[in-house]
C-alpha cells in the first residue's frame, strides 16, 4: 500500500519559518501562491518583466520581482512556469541564485526525470504535486477543502526535505484531502501515461471517433454529442463517488449487459499493445524528445495538431448546442471559449 499522509502528519510551522518564492502565475502558480498566503506563508511571485501574469498576481497584493530576485531572496523556489520553457528558467535565472540550505519544488517531475535540470548538492530537491488542475486547487482550498497530492522528495541534503515538503503540501490544503509518497519517476511515468493514454489522448479521441461514427452514419450531430460527450460526466461522476462497479449499478441493464460485451470489442489486445508501445516512448524518453525538440523549434507540430484539432466538427456542435445548457455556468471566468491556449 501506498503510504499517505494528512493534515496531522505535517507540520504548518516548517513552511512558515520559510520564504517561498513561487516561478510563473499561470495554472498551478496562482493556486500555490494563493493558497500558501492565505495559510501564513511568506511568498512572493518570481514573472519576467513583460510578462502578462504580473497585473494578475498584483491585482491579489502579491509582491512580483523577476525570478532572479524572487529566488535570491527566498530559500524555497517552487517551479511553476510550463515543463518546456523550465530548464531556460532554472538556467538563466534561478541556478545562478542558488544558495547551500535551498530547496527546489516541482508540481512534476517532467524535468528532473529526463535530466533537462539536474540540482546542485546541497539544495533539497522536492515535489508537491496537486492531482487537479490549479483553478481547482484554489477554489477547493478557499471553500476549506483539498485537492489531493502527490509528495517526493528526489535529494535530501538537509535531512528535512521530507518535512518541507510535507509542510508545503499542507499549506497549499493538499492534506485535507491526503498526500501519497511516491518518487519522481513514478509520478513522471504514470502522469505522462495517464494523461496520454486514458484522460486526454484517449478519452478525446474515444469521443471523437464515437462522434465520426454516428455522424457519418446519418444520425443528427446533437444527437452524437450527447451521446459521445455530454453524458460522460454523470458517468465519470459515478466511476469517482464508487468505481467502475457503482456506474454499472446505476446504469439499465441493458446498457450494462452492452458494456461486457461491446466493450472489449472497442479495447481490444490491439489497443493495449498500443498501450505498451505509449508507456515505453515514455519511459525510454522518446515521448520527452520529441515534445522538447519541436517545443525548442518554436512548437510547430503542437501549434498545427492544436489547430486542427480544435477545427473537430464536435466542436462547432457543442458550441451551439450548449448555449441552450440553461444548466451549465463557467466558473472560470479566464477560459476563451473554443482555445486550449492559456
Ligand atoms: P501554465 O501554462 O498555466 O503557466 C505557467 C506560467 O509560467 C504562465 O502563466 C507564466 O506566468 C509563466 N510563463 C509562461 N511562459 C513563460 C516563459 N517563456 N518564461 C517565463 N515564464 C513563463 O503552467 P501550469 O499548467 O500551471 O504548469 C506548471 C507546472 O505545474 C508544470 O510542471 C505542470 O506539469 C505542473 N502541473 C500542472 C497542472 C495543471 O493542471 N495545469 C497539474 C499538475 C501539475
Ligand atoms: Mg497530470
Redesign the pocket.
Known amino acids: 500500500m501506498a503510504e499517505m499522509f494528512y493534515d496531522d502528519d505535517a507540520n504548518l510551522a516548517v513552511i512558515q519559518d520559510r520564504s517561498v518564492a513561487i516561478?510563473?502565475?499561470?495554472?498551478?502558480?496562482h493556486a500555490h501562491a494563493l493558497n500558501l498566503r492565505d495559510s501564513g506563508v511568506d511568498v512572493r511571485v518570481g514573472?519576467?518583466e513583460g510578462?502578462?501574469?504580473r497585473a494578475k498576481a498584483e491585482a491579489e497584493g502579491l509582491r512580483v520581482l523577476t525570478?532572479a530576485q524572487a529566488t535570491a531572496e527566498s530559500d524555497v523556489i517552487m517551479?511553476?512556469?510550463?515543463?518546456q520553457?523550465?530548464r531556460?528558467?532554472y538556467a538563466n535565472e534561478i541556478a545562478p541564485n542558488l544558495k547551500a540550505g535551498d530547496a527546489i519544488f516541482?508540481?512534476?517531475g517532467?524535468n528532473i526525470r529526463y535530466g533537462y535540470i539536474t540540482a546542485p548538492e546541497g539544495v533539497d530537491v522536492c515535489m508537491v504535486?496537486?492531482?487537479?488542475?490549479?483553478h481547482i486547487v484554489r477554489r477547493e482550498y478557499a471553500d476549506g477543502r483539498g485537492v489531493p497530492v502527490l509528495v517526493c522528495v528526489e535529494q535530501d541534503a538537509s535531512g528535512e526535505a521530507w518535512e518541507l515538503a510535507k509542510s508545503y503540501a499542507k499549506a497549499i490544503g493538499g492534506l485535507r484531502a491526503g498526500g501519497i509518497k511516491t518518487t519522481f519517476t513514478e509520478e513522471t511515468e504514470t502522469d505522462l501515461f495517464g494523461e496520454q493514454v486514458v484522460l486526454c489522448g484517449g478519452m478525446s479521441h474515444l469521443v471523437q471517433a464515437g462522434f465520426e461514427t454516428l455522424t457519418e452514419a446519418g444520425y443528427q450531430p446533437e444527437m452524437a454529442y450527447f451521446e459521445c460527450l455530454h453524458e460522460l460526466k454523470m458517468i465519470v461522476d459515478l466511476m469517482i463517488e464508487g468505481g467502475i462497479s457503482k456506474q454499472r449499478w446505476s446504469i439499465s441493464d441493458t446498457a450494462e449487459y452492452g458494456d461486457y460485451v461491446s466493450g472489449p470489442r472497442i479495447i481490444d489486445d490491439h489497443v493495449k499493445q498500443n498501450m505498451k508501445t505509449v508507456l515505453s516512448d515514455i519511459q525510454t524518453g522518446k515521448f520527452a524528445e520529441r515534445f522538447i525538440a519541436d517545443q525548442d523549434a518554436g512548437a510547430p507540430e503542437f501549434k498545427k495538431l492544436r489547430e486542427s484539432e480544435a477545427g473537430h466538427p464536435i466542436e462547432a456542435t457543442g458550441k451551439e448546442l450548449r448555449k441552450m445548457f440553461s444548466w451549465l455556468k463557467s466558473s472560470d471566468d479566464d477560459y476563451v471559449e473554443g482555445s486550449a491556449a492559456?
Not at 23 to 29: L, P
Open positions: 516561478i510563473g502565475y499561470g495554472s498551478q502558480g514573472l519576467a510578462s502578462k501574469s525570478p517551479i511553476l512556469v510550463p515543463d520553457v523550465q531556460h528558467v516541482f508540481a512534476h517532467f504535486a496537486p492531482k487537479g488542475p490549479g492559456r
